[in-house]
């Protein structure tokens, strides 16, 4: 993440419609793209105030679109809303030239508000469940063609696959030779996963980066009260933000935890987050339920893929710690993976008996 000084930032902050003062800025670290600082007047947080990675989102005005139209549908008694702060001239978004042209958002901090990394309790599975459900309820008064694909084909994994191979063809021998079991791996799910076939699945405006951290839980009552992160808001299948769930709440372990004996597939955990899902109104069609398993299967593993090709690529997406990070996420994710290739029947009779 670049460095600012307060100055900078307070001075960038201005841009927007906030009462003139001296703030303080926290840098949040959690998210390999944006950077994120949270905005303090005093001691008191009252801000998220972000600069959107335009390399990654390279059509931030059809992102920042996406956000302000899915917002309007995002408030519910059941749902918190969340409020973009407008800039001096109404917009939604701050664009700063000075050299290379950098893409600022403000949006109102829910005070007395938790994320979490990884849980081991089912009643945060079950507000996960909960409010995903929700959301996915709320945007069905979205309609898709008022939204831009952020980052096209995102989840498709033919298109992952080809990146992958591309990775493999330029990728440096010492790399390839670390990476030699993840590659192994991949060719083999990859072999396994084309064989699925899916139809007549409903286009959903799907928030489509559902871990657990972009979940806001209040620290009083542990309900879940809303989704953050909404740049890859965009066109997809229900079964993306079912997987990608999954992956962070079932697993008890950090996504990049090097000791594999701490990846899990906690059927409590699973079962409790399927009961959060079915706690809301039915929603979902017979084909979504169906899609599910395969789902919680496609998202760790795309995940792995992408960070595995990063590391070939010599970590040009993500941001990393060290050096091996990304191989050390694409490890953890393919041992998730493996573990939700053993599951798949056991998942297929749980949301059979829970959702249809
Ligand atoms: C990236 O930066 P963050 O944490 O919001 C990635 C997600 C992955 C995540 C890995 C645009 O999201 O797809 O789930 O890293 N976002 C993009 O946890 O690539
Ligand atoms: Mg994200």
Redesign the pocket.
């Known amino acids: 993440m670049k460095t600012y000084t307060d100055k900078a930032l307070n001075q960038l902050l201005s841009n927007f419609r906030v009462p003139s003062k001296d703030y303080l800025f926290k840098p949040l670290t959690?998210?390999?793209?944006?950077d994120t600082f949270l905005v303090f007047d005093g001691s008191k947080p009252l801000y998220i105030f972000q600069r959107v990675n335009h390399k990654?989102f390279t059509n931030v005005e059809g992102l920042m679109n996406n956000v302000r139209n899915a917002f309007q549908h995002l408030t519910d008694e059941d749902y918190r809303e969340i409020v973009l702060v407008k800039t001096q001239d109404g917009g939604s978004f701050y664009k700063h030239k000075n050299g290379e042209t950098c893409y600022w958002r403000t949006m109102t901090y829910i005070n007395g508000s938790t994320a979490y990394n990884t849980t081991t309790d089912p009643k945060v599975a079950f507000e996960a469940g909960k409010i995903i459900g929700k959301f996915n309820i709320l945007l069905q008064q979205a309609n898709p063609d008022d939204y831009i694909d952020t980052?096209p084909k995102f989840h498709d994994l033919g298109y992952r696959k080809a990146q992958f191979q591309a990775a493999l063809k330029s990728g440096e021998k010492t790399k390839l030779d670390t990476a030699q079991s993840a590659i192994t791996f991949a060719h083999r799910v990859l072999k396994e996963l084309s064989n699925e076939a899916l139809s007549n699945l409903p286009i959903r405006i799907c928030h489509n980066?559902t871990?657990l951290n972009n979940i806001l839980f209040s620290k009083k009552t542990q309900k879940a009260l809303c989704l953050i992160?909404l740049?890859?808001l965009m066109r997809g299948h229900f079964h993306y933000d079912f997987g990608?769930a999954v992956r962070t709440i079932v697993n008890t372990a950090p996504?990049d935890e090097q000791e594999h004996e701490k990846i899990t597939f906690e059927k409590k955990l699973f079962e409790a987050f399927v009961d959060g899902l079915a706690a809301n109104e039915n929603f979902l069609s017979n084909e979504e339920v169906k899609a599910m398993p395969w789902g919680a299967i496609l998202m760790p593993f795309l995940?792995g893929l992408r960070a595995l090709t990063d590391y070939l690529n010599g970590n040009v997406y993500?941001k990393v710690a060290y050096e091996n990070q990304n191989l050390d996420r694409c490890l953890s994710l393919f041992s998730f993976t493996q573990k939700a290739l053993e599951n798949k029947a056991y998942m297929e009779e749980i949301v059979q008996e829970k959702l249809s």
């Not at 959690?30 to 944006?34: K, L, M, T, W």
Request: glycine fraction near 6%; aromatic fraction near 12%.
């Open positions: 959690d998210g390999f793209i944006n990654v980052i980066d871990k992160d740049d890859t990608d996504e995940h993500y």
